[in-house]
């Protein structure tokens, strides 16, 4: 009886964890565009440089909620709130 219960909430963990997996490598894939997009332009305007910050923070976020729910994917980038900090600021 328990085990069933067990079995259908850990069947919607992975359902929600790849859902999240899926939303991550969205916001990573926006960050990175977005990134692009100011290196290549070479006198960005505020509105630019605070749509790929907000594209960071999504992307941070989701990685944060990720990492608290031990999920694990296979493009996540470990050091991104570490190696990317300094971009933009």
Known sequence: MFKR????RS???KIY???LLSAIYDA???WNRAK???ISIDDADEELISQTQLARAKYLFLYHEARIRGTK???LMPGA???E???LE
Request: without cysteine; proline residues 0%.
């Open 28 to 30: 990573m894939n926006d």
């Open 5 to 8: 219960k067990h079995d259908s």
């Open 73 to 75: 994917g296979d493009r």
């Open 81 to 83: 709130a570490r190696s």
């Open 85 to 87: 900090h300094d971009f």
């Open 17 to 19: 964890d790849e859902k």
């Open 11 to 13: 069947k919607l963990q």
């Open 36 to 38: 692009e997009t100011v």
